[in-house]
């Protein structure tokens, strides 16, 4: 099959960064299914990975996101058969989805909507898994409305996850704040839900006093973990709590929040697959949800641009994009040429 490997840490504008090989077809564990990959859709996490590759490694294939139709199933799969339509985040322990064929555990997948283009379901898995996980799942808030009226600030609206978690939080009838700076990106937030806009290139308190709040209930941070740190102990509330799912790159003053008794939990959508953990069905489970909030119009796909075919020189495009910091909501590949 072909195939599109990262080979080591190099700018994805050197050719050697993302190259397309052939690989032989994956082997299938028990509950796994083999999807015909038709679209997928680009995450941080391919440009961190990629550059954490050392010179003279193993080349690794990557992508965590993606649509596709299964074409053959392991022994111990239920859910699945041949020509169901599928969508998935996968297993960063694993390889990834920039490829003709992908090998993906049954319980970490999901169905596609109804209707649904192959290029608008990539976009969902991995934004969406996180967006709840976080949300519901790490905040501990009511997805069907049962904290209505608290207030959630959102760090980094306009990206993937940020798009995904307005969505969700609105529906959630929160008050939802979110951050973004450039017109484009702070009127996509709006579009998407947020009851309010601040401009994270200014000072955050003054802008959520303006709007006659002191402090809100929850923050998600789904930008930059440390740029934040001491304004998110600012602004929470006492006995809020704070999600994030950037690692930190310096030590972090826990104590700051120690007074208010916040809690802070990290966000990673990997965990359940990576470790193989006794609710890694969860997640399957999620994505169906998600696929039917999307048939019902509740929740809509965030693929802001979709490039056509999958390739190599895709790739590296879409990788400088990424790493250029502007991307608004997703930006998916689909179709091999």
């Not at 990975?49 to 965590?64: D, F, K, M, N, Y």
């Not at 809100?216 to 930008?223: E, F, L």
């Amino acid at each position: 099959m072909r195939a599109i490997v990262a080979r080591s840490g190099l700018p994805c504008s050197d050719p050697a960064a993302l190259e397309e090989v052939e690989l032989p077809l994956p082997d299938l564990r028990p509950h796994d299914l083999l999807v015909r990959v038709e679209a997928v859709a680009l995450n941080p996490v391919d440009t961190k990975v990629r550059a954490g590759l050392t010179s003279g490694g193993e080349a690794r294939v990557l992508g965590w996101d993606l649509a596709g139709v299964v074409e053959a199933v392991g022994p111990a799969v239920t859910r699945f058969q041949p020509g169901d339509r599928v969508m998935a985040a996968g297993d960063i322990s694993r390889p990834g989805a920039n490829a003709q064929w992908l090998a993906v555990d049954e319980r970490i997948s999901g169905r596609m909507p109804q209707g649904c283009p192959f290029a608008e379901a990539a976009a969902l898995p991995l934004t969406g898994l996180t967006a709840w996980e976080a949300l519901f799942e790490r905040l501990g808030l009511d997805p069907e409305g049962g904290d209505a009226g608290r207030s959630l600030l959102i760090l980094g609206g306009a990206g993937g996850v940020g798009s995904m978690a307005i969505q969700l939080a609105r529906r959630a009838g929160l008050v939802v704040i979110a951050t973004a700076s450039r017109p484009e990106s702070q009127a996509w937030v709006r579009e998407l839900g947020a009851h309010h806009v601040l401009d994270h290139q200014q000072p955050l308190p003054p802008q959520l006093a303006a709007l006659g709040m002191a402090q809100v209930d929850a923050i998600a941070n789904v930008s930059d973990t440390d740029a934040y740190w001491p304004v998110m102990a600012e602004l929470i509330a006492p006995q809020g709590s704070i999600v994030a799912i950037v690692g930190n790159r310096e030590p972090l003053d826990l104590n700051l929040l120690k007074s208010k008794s916040v809690r802070f939990c990290w966000e990673f959508m990997f965990t359940r697959p990576l470790y193989g953990t006794a609710d890694m069905g969860q997640q399957g489970a999620i994505l169906d949800r998600l696929a039917a909030l999307v048939e019902t119009g509740e929740l809509r796909s965030t693929a802001t641009a979709v490039w056509t075919p999958i390739s190599a020189e895709s790739l590296r495009r879409a990788h400088a994009q990424l790493e250029s910091g502007h991307t608004i909501g997703k930006l998916v590949l689909s179709g091999w040429d």
